[in-house]
């Protein structure tokens, strides 16, 4: 019995000892994990920010490429028809788009959904002023009713959409 007496006065301190240091030592190495984590988080964000404000860039310089105002000074209307304006302007808001369309990962689900819905709306309003004339109509009186019909609506789904991502920017960064 003395014997294990003796024994137990040597090893329980040591157990203690052992127990204490694993204790230290965990928090130690969780405090350093924290630690790696944060500078991780903190080196994403600093590259991932740059990205996502190029991404929002992007987007506002589409809407404001695709108004029609912007679509018609790129065109020469004076050799065109109806007809023809309307393939082009068409292929320029659908090119165009297309080649953004990587930047909605960047931006709100929101936001992306109101730039789907400023463009739809663009191709609807080109479309619409196609019909209202004749196919080799001169492309200019096409042009004249986009521009008309354009500015008599009060909030376009372009500037809606181009004040959503504005505010969104001011909010997010």
Known sequence: MEMFLEICKYVFP???TLIAVVLVLKKMLNSEEERRNFELRKQNASTITPIRLRGYERMVLFLERT????LLMRQDLSKKTCFQLQKELLNQIRNEFDHNVAQQIYV????WSLVVNAKES???LVNISAAQFPADEKAIRMAEFMIQTYSQTADTPTEKAINFLRNEIKVNF
């Open 108 to 111: 709100s689900q929101e936001a």
């Open 67 to 70: 108004q029609p105002n912007s």
């Open 14 to 16: 040591s157990i203690v």
């Open 122 to 124: 663009l191709l609807k």
